[in-house]
T-cell receptor
Framework: SQTIHQWPATLVQPVGSPLSLECTVE??????LYWYRQAAGRGLQLLFY??????ISSEVPQNLSASRPQDRQFILSSKKLLLSDSGFYLCAWSPIWMGTEAFFGQGTRLTVV | KQEVTQIPAALSVPEGENLVLNCSFT??????LQWFRQDPGKGLTSLLLIQSSQREQTSGRLNASLDKSSGRSTLYIAASQPGDSATYLC???????????????FGQGTILTVHP
């Protein structure tokens, strides 16, 4: 069966510090991968998606970047965090063929102080 | 631009009641619609997936319907239990065809509380 792992679960970082959140998927190959953010009082917003190694698309302009160094690994990064980067970050995957479910990780609560 | 709205924003019911959560979307050109459950501080758990060509899906006490032409979906929960307390989110896969890449547009969610 397929599983998705996301870490860390919580993170408190000072403004201006770097960020690296990691997500890995097991039990499948060539998945579509996604990073979503859930800010307080707001719905889930798609930040990045990837359809293959090295292929990253950004949905909104922001202080963050994403990378996919391996087929089942998706990394969310920032060189310098802003207060507005605080939120709940969720990694998700779906099979490459259309019409299938998306599956989410347990999320990372990021607080920038 | 696709917009998804969920009504009500919050719902509190006594145990045993049947209830309906509503989801509406502005662009009917969706590929599918998915209902999720989110417990506080946790990730999303997929409950039901309805393809655009389907009218409803059932899983246990849950039944989801889809009326794509009117841009509406409902999640029906039968015989609610305290363990059903959570936030319920609906999401649509944007657009139609291969270019959507499974990207989801979410509603704001309905916070459900079922009290004993």
């Amino acid at each position: 069966s397929q599983t998705i792992h996301q870490w860390p679960a919580t993170l408190v970082q000072p403004v201006g510090s770097p960020l690296s959140l990691e997500c890995t998927v097991e039990g499948t190959s060539n998945p579509n991968l996604y990073w979503y953010r859930q800010a307080a009082g707001r719905g889930l917003q798609l930040l990045f998606y990837s359809v293959g190694i090295g292929q990253i698309s950004s949905e909104v302009p922001q202080n963050l970047s994403a990378s996919r160094p391996q087929d089942r690994q998706f990394i969310l990064s920032s060189k310098k965090l802003l207060l507005s980067d605080s939120g709940f970050y969720l990694c998700a995957w779906s099979p490459i063929w259309m019409g299938t479910e998306a599956f989410f990780g347990q999320g990372t609560r990021l607080t920038v102080v | 631009k696709q917009e998804v709205t969920q009504i009500p924003a919050a719902l509190s019911v006594p145990e045993g009641e049947n209830l309906v959560l509503n989801c509406s979307f502005t662009d009917s050109a969706i590929y599918n619609l998915q209902w999720f459950r989110q417990d506080p501080g946790k990730g999303l758990t997929s409950l039901l997936l309805i393809q655009s060509s389907q009218r409803e899906q059932t899983s246990g006490r849950l039944n989801a319907s889809l009326d794509k032409s009117s841009g509406r979906s409902t999640l029906y929960i039968a015989a609610s239990q305290p363990g059903d307390s959570a936030t319920y989110l609906c999401a649509v896969t944007r657009g139609a065809g291969g270019t959507s890449y499974g990207k989801l547009t979410f509603g704001q969610g309905t916070i459900l509380t079922v009290h004993p």
